[in-house]
């Protein structure tokens, strides 16, 4: 099983400041990653696929970049709505995705 | 509009047996394979099972593997699990996703969940 860490566990940011979110894979995963955004009480929601495809209606602040095992999620300038739980996942050992644990962003 | 909405969570107790279901509208249901993804009270996310769009092709985590059946009813636009020999450790909110298409893999939009308690 391809096991899918993420850091840190919880990142204090400031609304306007910019976030940054790692995601590692035990092994390569290609460019076979998704990030998905999870708020309280809510299902998550796809925001990148492919490492560094936009899903659709996505706002540009979030990308993604990365390859093989080394993975990262930026939002350039956080706005109130973004503080959430953020997961990566693999799916590059199909169709078994494997989740991170995930990152809390919080307010600062 | 994607919509899936879950239904059949309860408590149940250890051993037992439940179904879920997962009404789809908003696409074109048998155009897509569909999951299940899982998330215990708390934790993160767990991916459970897989159906191809036409049902021929099913798959499942190694930790409901012969215990949990997926289906699916192209003519009533319904997903279903099928949970056997429920444990504690099946606690959760069973979401119904679809996959974003072409083999993906990719889980692109979610229902709201149905909670499932196993507990005696």
């Known amino acids: 099983e391809i096991v899918m860490m993420q850091s840190p566990a919880t990142l204090s940011v400031s609304p306007g400041e910019r976030a940054t979110l790692s995601c590692r894979a035990s092994?390569?995963?290609?460019?076979?990653l998704a990030w998905y955004q999870q708020k309280p009480g809510q299902a998550p929601r796809l925001l990148i696929y492919g490492a560094s495809t936009r899903a659709t209606g996505i706002p540009a602040r979030f990308s993604g970049s990365g390859s093989g095992t080394e993975f990262t999620l930026t939002i350039s300038s956080l706005q109130s709505e973004d503080f959430a739980v953020y997961y990566c996942q693999q799916y590059n050992n199909w169709p078994r995705g494997t989740f991170g644990q995930g990152t809390k962003v919080e307010i600062k | 509009e994607v919509q899936l909405v879950e239904s059949g969570g309860v408590v149940v107790q250890p051993g037992g047996s439940l179904r879920l279901s997962c009404a789809a509208s908003?696409?074109?249901?048998?155009?897509?394979?569909m999951h299940w993804v899982r998330q215990a009270p708390g934790k993160g996310l767990e991916w459970v099972s897989l159906i191809s769009w036409d049902g021929g092709s099913t798959y499942y985590a190694d930790s409901v593997k012969g215990r949990f059946t997926i289906s699916r009813d192209n003519s009533k636009n319904s997903l279903y699990l099928q949970m056997n020999s429920l444990r504690a450790e099946d606690t959760a909110l069973y979401y119904c996703a679809k996959d974003m298409g072409l083999g993906s893999g990719i889980p692109d939009y979610w229902g709201q969940g149905t909670l499932v308690t196993v507990s005696s």
């Open positions: 092994q390569s995963v290609s460019s076979n």
């Open positions: 908003g696409f074109t249901f048998d155009d897509y394979a």
